[in-house]
């Protein structure tokens, strides 16, 4: 089993930055596939970010959004710049792996002034 922890999520203003954080344990490896969701009151969870154990990366949004990923400390990140109220969101982490997917219980975005 995987387990995922994130933290780094809070209420920002408009234009601010959060960086957010997920921790994984137990039976991880560089081979999944880490990422960010999130999902919004009503709406439906939508990607945000992934990353592979090499580097590879896929975004929603490159130019805002930043993920990374320390292997060594099993912790993806996300950068997230010029937040807007419309970012607001529980944010998700993922882990994938073949059949394996696995998810954190999130942390909440709120962008308001």
């Known amino acids: 089993q995987v387990q995922l922890v994130e933290s780094g999520g809070g209420l920002v203003q408009p234009g601010g930055s959060l960086r957010l954080s997920c921790e994984a344990s137990?039976?991880?490896?560089?081979?999944?596939?880490m990422g960010w969701y999130r999902q919004a009151p009503g709406k439906q969870r939508e990607f945000v970010a992934r990353?592979?154990?090499?580097?590879g990366i896929s975004s929603a949004d490159y130019v805002r959004f930043t993920i990374s990923r320390d292997n060594a400390k099993n912790t993806v990140y996300l950068q997230m710049n010029s937040l807007k109220p419309e970012d607001t969101a529980v944010y998700l982490c993922?882990?994938?792996?073949?059949?394996?997917?696995?998810w954190g219980q999130g942390t909440q975005v709120t962008v308001s002034s």
């Open positions: 993922n882990a994938y792996y073949t059949f394996y997917s696995h």
């Open positions: 137990g039976n991880i490896h560089s081979g999944y596939i």
């Open positions: 990353i592979t154990g090499d580097g």
